[in-house]
């Protein structure tokens, strides 16, 4: 049933187009205000995903890791600079940042990851999710995170 929902949706919107109908955008359903602000990645010249998208006031920074060799303090504190400049590239800041979600290659670096990241987000910590993923962080980065913040 849904399949043939989605043959006359297509139909409805080649029709629409063909005819000069002004319901294509709504029958697609992209009337959103997205805007992709930062690097798109690629998977065999298919989008992948966005590196940072604002939509409204808020802004969406995918995750960051640490590609090279050194402790989870080290990786850490790259990932936090990486986070940092993607807010700032886009007009927002550590201070504004609403969420946190931390990925952790083994849960033992628990605590080093927190020495580092105590105090990065000004007096007022964004709410933050912590997690040991099984089998570990893409790209063998010891620590991922993504943010979403809020922009002027």
């Known amino acids: 049933m849904a399949n043939r929902r989605s043959v006359f949706k ?11 109908v002004g319901v294509a955008k ?13 690097d798109i990645v690629y998977d065999q010249d298919v ?9 409204g006031n808020t802004l969406y920074i ?25 807010l ?12 946190v979600n931390v990925y952790l290659a083994d849960l033992a670096d628990y605590h080093g990851m927190n020495k580092v ?9 964004p709410v933050r999710t912590t997690v040991a993923t099984y089998g570990g962080v893409p790209g063998d980065s010891l620590v991922e995170m993504d943010c979403i913040a809020a922009v002027d």
């Open 10 to 20: 297509k139909l409805g919107v080649s029709l629409a187009a063909i005819f000069g």
């Open 47 to 55: 989008p992948l995903f966005s590196g940072a998208v604002k939509h």
């Open 62 to 86: 995918a995750g960051k890791g640490a590609h090279f060799d050194g402790d989870i303090t080290s990786h850490t504190d790259h990932v936090l600079n990486e986070l940092q400049k993607e």
């Open 26 to 38: 709504a029958a697609t359903g992209n009337s959103t205000s997205k805007k992709v602000v930062g």
């Open 88 to 99: 700032e590239k886009n007009g927002s800041s550590m201070d504004k940042v609403l969420k």
């Open 117 to 125: 990241f105590r105090g990065r987000f000004g007096p007022n910590p």
